[in-house]
C-alpha cells in the first residue's frame, strides 16, 4: 500500500523551530517529486514546496522562502521539512504529497494524514 | 497569485445532482496544467477523485465527472449520497508563477 506517514508537528513559539518528516512506504519515493502542502481550519490548501527527485531542485512559495527548507533523504524514504523563524501565520496542518503522472497529467497522490504545527506564545 | 475560486457551498437533495465551479486564469485552469479535484472528510487527507479535469483514478464512483470550459474546470456528483457531504477542492499547476501548484478555496457539499 502506498502510504505517507508525517510526523513532528507540535505547539512552537513565534521565532522558533521545527522539523517536519514525512515517511513514505510502498512506492520507490527516489523516483518521485514530492511536496509540502499547509491547511489552515475552513480553507483551502496552500502549496509550501517542493523537491525534485534526481537533481534536489527546490522551490518555494513566496510565504515561506528563506524560511523554510526541504530535504529528502532517498536511501531513508524520507521527506523533510525544516521550518525556521516561524510566524504564527504558519500555524496549520502540514501534509506532504507525492507528484505523480497519471498518463499524461500531473497529480498529488496520495496525501499524508497530516502534522498540526500550532505556533503561538 | 490568488487561489482558485469556487463557491463556498453548494447543497442538493438526495439523488439529484450538483454542479461545482472552479475558475482561474489562462495561466492556471485555462491552459493545460493539469486540473484535479479532491474530496476531503473532516480531519482526514485530501483525496484524489478526479485528475486531468474528468479522468477518475481506479476505485473512484462513476457518479463524480468533470469538465472545462475557458477558464473554469467543474465538478459534477449525480446521484447525490449522504456520503458525498464533505468539502471539495480543485487545483490546478500553474505556469509563470511563484508556486508550483494552486488550489481552490474549497466547496463545502451539504446533501438535504
Known amino acids: 500500500e502506498v502510504q505517507l506517514v508525517e510526523s513532528g508537528g507540535g505547539l512552537v513559539q513565534p521565532g522558533g523551530s521545527l522539523r517536519l518528516s514525512c515517511a513514505a512506504s510502498?512506492?520507490?519515493?527516489?523516483?518521485?517529486?514530492m511536496h509540502w502542502v499547509r491547511q489552515t481550519p475552513g480553507k483551502g490548501p496552500e502549496w509550501v514546496s517542493r523537491?525534485?527527485?534526481?537533481?534536489?531542485?527546490?522551490r518555494y512559495a513566496d510565504s515561506v522562502n528563506g524560511r523554510f527548507t526541504i530535504s529528502r533523504d532517498n536511501a531513508k524514504s524520507t521527506l523533510y521539512l525544516q521550518m525556521n523563524s516561524l510566524r504564527a501565520e504558519d500555524t496549520a496542518v502540514y501534509y506532504c504529497?507525492?507528484?505523480?503522472?497519471?498518463?499524461?497529467?500531473?497529480?498529488?497522490?496520495?496525501w499524508g494524514q497530516g502534522t498540526l504545527v500550532t505556533v503561538s506564545p | 497569485q490568488s487561489a482558485l475560486t469556487q463557491p463556498a457551498s453548494v447543497s442538493g437533495s438526495l439523488g439529484q445532482s450538483i454542479t461545482i465551479s472552479c475558475t482561474g486564469t489562462?495561466?492556471?485552469?485555462?491552459?493545460?496544467?493539469?486540473v484535479s479535484w479532491y474530496q476531503q472528510h473532516p480531519g482526514k487527507a485530501p483525496k484524489l477523485i478526479l485528475y486531468?479535469?474528468?479522468k477518475r483514478p481506479s476505485g473512484v464512483s462513476s457518479r463524480f465527472s468533470g469538465s472545462k470550459s475557458g477558464n473554469t474546470a467543474s465538478l459534477t456528483i449525480s446521484g447525490l449520497q449522504a456520503e458525498d457531504e464533505t468539502d471539495y477542492y480543485c487545483?490546478?499547476?500553474?505556469?509563470?508563477?511563484?508556486?508550483?501548484?494552486?488550489f481552490g478555496g474549497g466547496t463545502k457539499l451539504t446533501v438535504l
Open positions: 504529497a507525492r507528484d505523480i503522472w497519471y498518463g499524461s497529467a500531473r497529480v498529488f497522490d496520495p
Open positions: 510502498g512506492f520507490t519515493f527516489s523516483r518521485y517529486w
Open positions: 523537491i525534485n527527485h534526481d537533481d534536489g531542485v527546490t
Open positions: 489562462s495561466s492556471d485552469v485555462g491552459g493545460n496544467y493539469y
Open positions: 486531468d479535469v474528468s
Open positions: 487545483s490546478s499547476y500553474t505556469t509563470g508563477s511563484t508556486v508550483d501548484v494552486l
